[in-house]
């Protein structure tokens, strides 16, 4: 069967019975049964779970259930608790880890009859920007399996690429959505903070994470994210907002806006090197569907990644304090004493790179270093803030890069962790600033895949996914799969 269908089409085919969801989920299984040795883009998949999960769904839809998103298989990224199911965060540490409660994300979307496939890769505590720093192996990009899917949400993002899961789930803390859906050719959504529970998600940086939704367009994004937003009250930073628009979207097909201004931030668009063709032709791409492009300025961006790891370490080396070795994790063998206990446990139970922050989070905060430092990186990342706040009185979105190169190769940053922050440049700013935004497919280099990039103001996500899906009436980037289309020219490039 053609698993190869947008979420419209597949519950289409579901209600019309064109297929079962057992059907559906069995195609699917099998698929990830066949790729994911090579791909490791799962590393759990609840197989059986799942087709029980596509067979009451498939009473339900005999018996007239509404949800589009009823017997619709989905993947999530293995930081969202699930009751049962080992939820490892890519970690040592959580390896043996039973979740006893679910997230409220992927509770919301079991309630709508979402099937769960399984718990995708990632980097270990949602710390990298390349998936190698998973516990459990690096994840190849489908593209070229020689160069990594991006990071922290690598697994996911790969899974949509490959065809594994018409949508997955991700986090996205300095860009963990937006830089593997550009790695991968995907379209991924980092909603607004507070737009999504983060109940049930383990924590890395808790004023920054949010989680979001990959998948090939954005209107499928947009069947998803109403079923996993809003108010939850196990989550005191979720937000009250009220949006009469996602409701809508859960029986309504996303509409398409066809006017604006959408600003170009210059401190991104002075040296934008590869993809600068493919930018280039996505502004012509917006001019000609009647967007207004204006140049918008953002001063203090330059100061977004140092800002952004002092802040995001600085939580993390508090929120992963709870790994003691005592209540849940990874415990040492025959500990010695209590101080004995601690420090073996921890060393065995987290990676480089997890050790790296917390060393470096809580030197931000000690005493005589907490005003130079993680003051300091507050009070810039307000003036961040207030950049794009002074930019969206002007404009309605800011469109950027979302990476500045193509997919890297597997191993070639790994040693060089400074190098490895900069992939993040043009994505922590709108983290920083709690921003939702998105990545879409706008060419190609190289035959591989290119991100842009789309910010708006808190809120937006209608706007944002709108712009998207009038951008993707008009191109058909998000159309290319892997592999498929080798020697096509690139793309933007026009030349
Ligand atoms: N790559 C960034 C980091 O390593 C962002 C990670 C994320 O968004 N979870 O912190």
Redesign the pocket.
Known sequence: MDTDLSLAGLATGLRERSFSSVELTAALLAQIAERNPQLNAFITVTADEALQQAAAADAALAGGASSALCGIPLAYKDIFCTRGVRTTCGSRMLEEFIAPYDATATARLAAAGAVMLGKTNM?EF????SNENSHFGAVANPWDDTRVPG???GGSACAVAAGLAPAALG???????R?PAAFCGVSGLKPTYGRVSRYGMVA?ASS??QAGVFARSAADIATVLPHMAGFDPLDSTSSEHEDPWLDACTTQPLGTARSGRIGLPKQYFRDLGVTEASLQSACRVLEASGFELVDVSLPHVDAAIPC??II?GAEASTNLSRYDGVRFGHRCDNPQSLEDLYRRSRSEGFGAEVKRRILTGTYALSVGYYDAYYLKAQKIRRLIQQDFLAAFADVDLIIAPTTPDIAFKRGDLVDDPVA??Q??IY??PA?LAGLPAMSIPCGTHRGLPLGLQLIGPHFAEKRLLETAASFQQQTDWHQQRPGQNPQAADSGSET
């Open positions: 980097d949602a710390m990298g920007s990071g922290s949400s986090t996205d803390t300095g860009g963990s959505i830089q890395f920054l994470d952004y790891y995001a490895m922050y992939q993040d994505t922590i983290s």
